[in-house]
């Protein structure tokens, strides 16, 4: 029962760097509910990617015109 130890990794490292966040800039999170921002996100898949063997790309600009955001992603 339960997630796969990779999973729970994933999870545990989103936990850990947002919490790290709102505790060295707590003036940028006024106490309400937010979403993760997303280069904490992409740092946690870019490290657990790397264990499976697989290189996160940023968008290309065609790629990224193509489906109608920033370069950067939504």
Do not use: C, W
Not at 13 to 30: G, M, N, S, V
Request: cysteine-free.
């Amino acid at each position: 029962t339960g997630h796969p130890s990779f999973v729970m990794s994933n999870s545990f490292a989103d936990q850990t760097l947002a919490q790290i966040e709102l505790f060295t800039k707590p003036e940028e999170y006024p106490t309400d509910v937010y979403v993760l921002p997303k280069h904490l996100d992409e740092k946690v898949a870019r490290l657990h990617l790397d264990a499976l063997g697989v290189k996160l790309t940023t968008l290309r600009p065609e790629q990224a015109a193509y489906i109608g955001v920033e370069v950067e992603g939504p």
